[in-house]
């Protein structure tokens, strides 16, 4: 399975960016996209890598962090294999390079674990100037 995130940019605070990850990859490993697990990572200069949004499999539902909640919507498209993510009132603190990620055996209490996850992007980078 491959991974590409794209729609990253520059912003003002109060902005709005919206990301795509497109996944791809020979019959993604004998699993339907639907099957995955995909979900958003940010990683700011000198932090750890933070969860920000889960899209379940099969359209079970979303999670988000506590930071992005109201803000971020998380969303995919099982017909074009792709998620999207659209980031809402932007502040300097979304500052990262975001990630998006994909496992089809992961189990819902690890979807924010980073660890957890088999498959990753590039990822793209987003800053928002204050």
């Known amino acids: 399975v491959q991974l590409q995130a794209s729609g990253g940019g520059l912003v003002q605070t109060g902005g709005s960016l919206r990301l795509s990850c497109a996944a791809s990859?020979?019959?993604?490993?004998?699993?339907?996209?639907?099957?995955?697990?995909i979900s958003w990572f940010r990683q700011a200069p000198g932090k750890e890598r933070e969860f920000v949004a889960t899209s379940r499999r099969s359209g079970s539902g979303t999670d988000y962090a506590d930071s992005v909640k109201g803000r971020f919507t998380i969303s995919r498209d099982n017909a074009k294999n792709t998620v999207s993510l659209q980031m809402n009132s932007l502040k300097p603190e979304d500052t990262a390079v975001y990630y998006c990620?994909?496992?089809?055996?992961?189990?819902?209490?690890?979807?924010?674990?980073?660890?957890?996850?088999?498959?990753w992007g590039p990822g793209t980078q987003v800053t928002v100037s204050s």
């Open positions: 990859g020979r019959s993604f490993s004998g699993r339907s996209f639907s099957a995955y697990v």
């Open positions: 990620a994909a496992d089809s055996s992961i189990i819902m209490s690890s979807t924010a674990n980073a660890a957890a996850y088999d498959y």
